[in-house]
């Protein structure tokens, strides 16, 4: 019984112990796969995100996302992207607040002044 109480207490620390696992998850909208490298300080991971799926990729300090195309993104660990139409797409990042977000007319012609 002292045994069991024992490793059940060092498996209660380890969690205790474990920190937050900062990952970028990164999913595909386009019908095709993408091959992309996930470069955080020296170390380099290349992936492959299939068509409808998502992968995570360590990025626990800001990475850089590069596509096939060789885009590079700027990401800080923890964002929730997605490619779509061969561009990242930030679909959530810890800390920004929507209303943080400038309400931009998609359909607005460039240099047309917005109605006073």
Do not use: Q
């Amino acid at each position: 019984m002292r045994f069991v109480v024992t490793v059940a207490a060092l498996g209660v620390l380890s969690l205790l112990a474990t920190g937050p696992a900062w990952a970028l998850t990164i999913s595909n909208l386009d019908p095709k796969p993408h091959k992309i490298t996930v470069i955080a300080g020296s170390d380099s991971k290349e992936l492959t995100v299939e068509p409808e799926k998502e992968v995570d990729a360590p990025c626990a300090s800001g990475c850089k996302v590069k596509l096939e195309n060789d885009e590079e993104y700027d990401l800080d660990g923890n964002e929730t992207v997605s490619i779509e139409g061969g561009i990242i797409y930030i679909d959530h990042a810890p800390g920004i607040d929507d209303d943080d977000i400038p309400d931009i007319d998609p359909d607005a012609v460039p240099g047309d002044a917005a109605p006073e």
